[in-house]
């Protein structure tokens, strides 16, 4: 599966932006998605993620309530709706995919076979 991630952009802080993963290659709904970040100088960090099929969710603690994660099979998609942005949201945001994730695998990068690019986002305080 190939995947494509856009939406970035700069946003005040307080605004939304809604990132979209399109996949291409394979049946997306087969595979769960979780979505990364990595800021300048710093590790790669779990944001979300969602499970294939019935689509269960997961959040980092510093995203719950303000981030959702969704999918739409029909459409080959998944999205990341970020609300309340904080400047320390700032970063270039990553989607992944996997085939046979177990869900205690689904909040580490290491577990996910498929990457795409990043898209950045930039929160301006």
């Known amino acids: 599966v190939q995947l494509q991630a856009s939406g970035g952009g700069l946003v005040q802080a307080g605004g939304s932006l809604r990132l979209s993963c399109a996949a291409s290659?394979?049946?997306?709904?087969?595979?769960?998605v979780g979505w990364f970040r990595q800021a300048p100088g710093k590790e790669r960090e779990f944001v979300a993620a969602?499970?294939?099929?019935?689509?269960?969710?997961f959040y980092a603690d510093s995203v719950k309530g303000r981030f959702t994660i969704s999918r739409d099979n029909a459409k080959n998609a998944v999205y990341l709706q970020m609300n309340s942005l904080k400047f320390e949201d700032t970063a270039t945001y990553y989607c992944?995919?996997?085939?046979?994730?177990?869900?205690?695998?689904?909040?580490?990068?290491?577990?996910?076979?498929?990457w795409g690019q990043g898209t950045l986002v930039t929160v301006s305080s």
């Open positions: 969602i499970k294939r099929y019935g689509g269960a969710t």
């Open positions: 290659g394979s049946t997306f709904s087969a595979y769960s």
């Open positions: 992944a995919a996997d085939k046979s994730l177990i869900t205690s695998s689904m909040m580490s990068g290491e577990h996910y076979d498929y």
